[in-house]
């Protein structure tokens, strides 16, 4: 699982950053999908810059409606359709979100030739596909805006072959129904609990990807035990009363709720455009003075978990 950051800026885009865009990249023996976190203006040529195509997205989670997280979907969509991808897509995001694409498509004399689903999601669960379960919170934005706790499942521990033949199962088709813990019958009669052959599970990792925020109650629960918690840093900490009265956090406070929340990793993106190379080193400073392993997201910077 990784990372991939297309976008990270605020606002408006700058020299060296794009607006606001992050690739999860899900690719495992179990699992093959690739899911889009916001799309600002651009996200599609960006996608050019790296190694991935956007016609193999499966989902696309919008956090709020302002341009800078918004603006790059319509065209996105468009040439998804163009270069004949029929890969279906189901779009996350507030109300207004289906008003907006179909609005776009319509007025432009566009369409998509795949399968497209818009979902406008409220507060809790939107999906448990059995290997990931996504949750809605609500934040602190002048417009309804999200943040998404992506958790995967735990991954079954390895099945002891030696221990089943020892105990006279042969290797076959069994296996496979074992391996998943499930309880089988064999062919002289004798029931086999798989569980009782498989190696401790692996933990799922957890992660928390934030809209624009102020700080807010609900972010505790959003951001809690994570392995990696990817917020906001829009301000320095002197300028903490503007950001928050905008509905935006300083890097300070981004590390500050890391360190509450309990998270292994925090990566802070959003970045004002008023910040050079020097601002941003001293936003990731303010950020490790409360919260040690923190990074600073750069465009096409790759985050493993």
Not at 280 to 289: F, G, H, P, T, Y
Request: net charge negative.
């Amino acid at each position: 699982m990784e990372l991939i950051f297309l976008g990270t800026s605020a606002g408006v885009p700058t020299r060296t950053r794009n607006m606001t865009s992050i690739l999860l990249n899900l690719q495992q023996p179990t699992v093959s999908q690739m899911w889009l976190f916001d799309c600002g203006e651009g996200t599609q040529h960006q996608f050019l810059r790296t190694e991935f195509h956007p016609g193999k997205l499966n989902k696309i989670f919008i956090t709020h409606l302002h341009g800078d997280h918004l603006f790059g979907l319509p065209g996105l969509l468009c040439s998804r359709s163009m270069q004949g991808n029929t890969l279906p897509l189901t779009i996350y995001g507030p109300k207004g979100l289906k008003t907006f694409v179909e609005t776009a498509l319509q007025l432009s004399g566009s369409w998509t030739d795949y399968p497209l689903t818009i979902e406008e999601i409220g507060p809790g669960e939107l999906f448990d596909d059995g290997h990931f379960r996504v949750t809605a919170y609500p934040l602190n934005h002048p417009v309804e805006c999200y943040g998404y706790r992506i958790e995967e499942h735990d991954k079954p521990g390895t099945l002891n072959a030696a221990a089943l033949k020892a105990d006279g199962i042969s290797p076959g088709p069994l296996f496979q129904q074992l391996k998943q813990g499930l309880t089988v019958t064999l062919e002289d009669g004798r029931m086999i609990d798989g569980s009782h052959y498989l190696g401790p599970a692996t933990p799922g990792k957890t992660l928390a990807i934030f809209g624009d925020t102020a700080p807010c109650e609900g972010a505790l629960a959003l951001a809690r035990d994570v392995d990696l918690m990817v917020h906001e840093a829009t301000l320095e900490d002197a300028m903490a009363e503007k950001a928050n009265s905008r509905g935006h956090s300083t890097a300070l406070q981004a590390a500050a709720l890391a360190k509450e929340a309990g998270a292994t990793k925090l990566v802070i993106t959003h970045v004002s455009s008023r910040y050079d190379a020097e601002g941003c080193r001293r936003l990731l400073e303010e950020s490790r003075s409360c919260f040690a392993n923190c990074e600073l997201a750069e465009d096409f910077k790759v985050i493993s978990l």
